[in-house]
């Protein structure tokens, strides 16, 4: 049994783990991807310089219901994760967020009501902490 010529071009190569596009039909272009990354990296930058506004006060908010809303929305996780992947060359192309980061870093360190956030917190909190904040900063200390 012999394929027709269109059969063989329709069938894909198994197991190499990327596709071969000879139409051109491909969509993905990586000048467009770095532009949607820095406006990603631009928009959580604002939003992380607002919380870093809220968080800096000459009077520091001293209300336990704060920790708890901190512990419980995604600023936690946030920078965790920010701080888990951070390599010197993560921080050196993004450091304005990095900076925002380790600004609220500091205001809660500052604040008696939120310095328990960058210790362990509870399991009970989703999704459930793999490092501390502070466990974080001591390894990201390691590699400088």
């Given at each position: 049994m012999v394929k027709k010529p269109s059969e063989q071009k329709r069938r894909k190569k198994k197991g190499t783990g990327y596709g071969a596009d000879s139409h051109n039909n491909s969509k993905w272009s990586a000048a467009e991807w770095l532009e949607n990354r820095k406006v990603y990296y631009q928009e959580i930058l604002r939003v992380v310089s607002i919380f870093v506004s809220f968080l800096d006060c000459e009077k520091p908010?001293?209300?336990?219901?704060?920790?708890?809303?901190?512990?419980?929305?995604?600023?936690?996780?946030?920078?965790?994760?920010?701080?888990?992947?951070?390599?010197?060359?993560d921080i050196s192309k993004e450091v304005e967020l990095f900076k925002s980061y380790l600004g609220i870093i500091k205001n809660m360190a500052n604040n008696p009501s939120t310095i328990g956030c960058l210790l362990e917190i509870d399991?009970?909190?989703?999704?459930?902490?793999?490092?501390?904040?502070?466990?974080l900063l001591i390894k990201l200390n390691g590699i400088a």
């Open positions: 908010l001293v209300d336990d219901r704060l920790s708890e809303i901190i512990k419980e929305s995604c600023l936690l996780p946030l920078i965790e994760n920010a701080l888990r992947s951070g390599s010197l060359l399991k009970k909190y989703k999704p459930e902490q793999t490092d501390s904040i502070h466990q």
